[in-house]
């Protein structure tokens, strides 16, 4: 899971830094899942493959979190998964979103909560977890008091 490693990154970066101490490092990443791991695509013919295998069907989208204390570097690793059904969209619909900066710095080549969105039916499970942090899951840990 990536999200430890960046939220290890952002601690060594500002580990004696007695004014952060009391903050809380979050640190997520997200990837999709349909017969395989769906990351960035690489160019606009993967971006096609991605958009065209999830098309007509679901897949899922799993975002990993670590919450880590600034002060002492103690880690909660916790992770959501969302089933995502997409509608049965044209290879033009694909095209023209492709034509679009939108899809290449996203995993599985699309972003739920801007174009793209039109092309989804419905989803089982957290919204805010296919765009890429579910707030419900750490927002218990945001509730607990922190030194």
Not at 132 to 138: A, E, T, W
């Amino acid at each position: 899971m990536l999200a430890p490693r960046k939220a290890e990154a952002c601690f060594e970066e500002i580990k004696g830094d007695d004014s952060l101490k009391d903050h809380l490092i979050i640190a997520a990443d997200t990837i999709v899942w349909k017969d395989g791991i769906m990351g960035k695509p690489e160019s606009e013919a993967d971006a096609f493959r991605m958009l065209d295998a999830i098309r007509g069907t679901s897949h899922f989208v799993v975002t990993g979190v670590c919450l880590m204390e600034a002060g002492s570097g103690e880690k909660t690793v916790l992770s959501d998964v969302t089933e995502v059904f997409c509608k049965d969209y044209s290879d033009e619909d694909i095209r023209e979103y492709l034509s679009m900066e939108e899809p290449y710095d996203k995993a599985g080549s699309y972003a739920i909560q801007g174009y793209f969105g039109r092309y989804i039916d419905h989803i089982e499970g957290d919204y805010e977890n296919v765009v890429g942090l579910p707030f419900y899951r750490i927002e218990p840990f945001l509730n607990k008091s922190i030194r």
